[in-house]
């Protein structure tokens, strides 16, 4: 009974659960829009890329979205299962709380395994391949602008430099300054009044001539006594003539430098390197974060069964909205543990979640099976 109850359970929710993680999905997306058409814009790349970009977006909410969208599912079903009578039908059958609460467990279970193979191994695709497409927008901008001239007072930087061309130029020639990473504290800068870009065989790399080049060195140091007064500047400049150079403006394209980062790396990376690598303790943070954030999934079925055990004459406007709060401070609590309460290691913050997890799924099952008569009919219903 129990089992045909969990295949009845996850047939009623299936629609429900898919809605709300779709809207959830769009609320989320609609608060990142305003960035990622900033982004798009600001590296001249065309709008008609937004939907890619907003699609690639999607897979790094799911690992947030998934648990308030099982929270307002489940409730949603045994909401209407309570009202229609089928709960207590069910529970006549002998459907006690433990049944109920294995069904919610099995339905969570999957949603868990889901959530870890979207949020370990689809979503450091996808961020690669969105982030490699801003980088491609920004390559492309950055050699258009350096061969026709720059339209704007400022470039967006594209490995570690910096193309710049002052607002007002007098005569026909080209005025371009490059800031060159900083050393020791040195910020070189490049200024030439003219300037020409070839591409070297095809090969995406490229000769930079610069004609009438003066170079200044300005070394930045903090201010004396007081210390929020702004860094000072020192420096020293020299001339040369025309400076014919090499640069490479696809270096972070073709370095992998992307897959270096934890966001970019599947699970299984993740743990390894934190398993084999004292040093790779943000690796080990992250897979331990993923991991333990995922077990919100079986949370949400069992904290929506204990909602409903509460959505009883005035106080089912408040339940779901108060459970839904409750998930999002479990969740930020959750985080905090894995990422900064004294875990000198990666495996102790993996220890500190899973610990956490299990004494809030402890509670939650005590709570459900204490509040049961609550699920299966209102105050004063039929018992």
């Not at 059958?93 to 959530?115: I, R, T, Y």
């Not at 077990?295 to 009883?312: K, N, T």
Request: proline fraction near 3%; include cysteine; charged fraction near 20%.
């Amino acid at each position: 009974m129990a089992r045909t109850y969990g295949l009845h359970l996850i047939r009623r929710c299936l629609g429900a659960l898919g809605a709300t993680l779709g809207l959830v999905l769009v609320v989320f997306l609609a608060e990142r829009l305003t960035t990622l058409v900033e982004m798009l814009i600001k590296r001249d790349a065309p709008l008609t890329d937004l939907p890619l970009v907003l699609a690639l977006t999607a897979p790094e909410i799911v690992i947030t979205a998934m648990p308030l969208a099982l929270l307002i599912g489940i409730y949603r079903a045994l909401l209407d299962a309570r009202d229609g009578g089928e709960t207590v039908v069910l529970a006549g059958a002998g459907v006690g709380p433990w049944g109920l609460m294995k069904s919610l467990v099995g339905f969570g279970a999957l949603a868990l395994v889901g959530v870890v193979v979207i949020a370990g191994w689809i979503d450091p695709l996808a961020r690669t391949a969105r982030d490699r497409l801003f980088l491609d927008a920004g390559r492309k901008m950055v050699l258009e602008a350096v061969r026709n001239g720059l339209a704007r007072d400022k470039v967006e930087s594209l490995n570690d430099y910096t193309f710049v061309s002052p607002a007002t130029t007098g005569g026909s020639g080209r005025h371009l300054l490059v800031f060159l990473p900083r050393v020791e504290g040195v910020q070189r800068i490049v200024a030439a009044t003219d300037y020409a870009l070839t591409e070297i065989e095809a090969e995406r790399r490229y000769h930079l001539s610069l004609r009438d080049v003066t170079v200044s060195d300005l070394t930045i140091f903090a201010a004396k006594g007081d210390r929020g007064a702004d860094p000072q500047t020192t420096g020293s400049g020299f001339r040369l003539g025309t400076v014919d150079r090499e640069i490479d403006l696809d270096k972070a394209l073709r370095e992998q430098k992307l897959a270096d980062l934890p966001e970019y790396r599947d699970l299984i990376d993740l743990i390894r390197s934190a398993v084999t690598a004292a040093a790779a303790k943000a690796q080990g943070l992250r897979a331990a974060e993923i991991l333990t954030r995922a077990w919100l999934s079986i949370a949400a079925v069992l904290m929506a069964a204990i909602a409903v055990s509460f959505a009883d004459g005035r106080l089912r406007f408040f339940t779901l909205p108060i459970a839904g709060a409750a998930m999002v401070v479990i969740d930020l609590a959750l985080v905090r543990m894995v990422r900064s309460f004294g875990a000198a290691t990666a495996t102790a913050g993996l220890i500190q979640g899973a610990i956490a997890v299990t004494a809030l799924l402890l509670v939650l099952s005590l709570a459900l099976v204490w509040r049961y008569p609550g699920v299966v009919a209102p105050r004063g219903g039929r018992t």
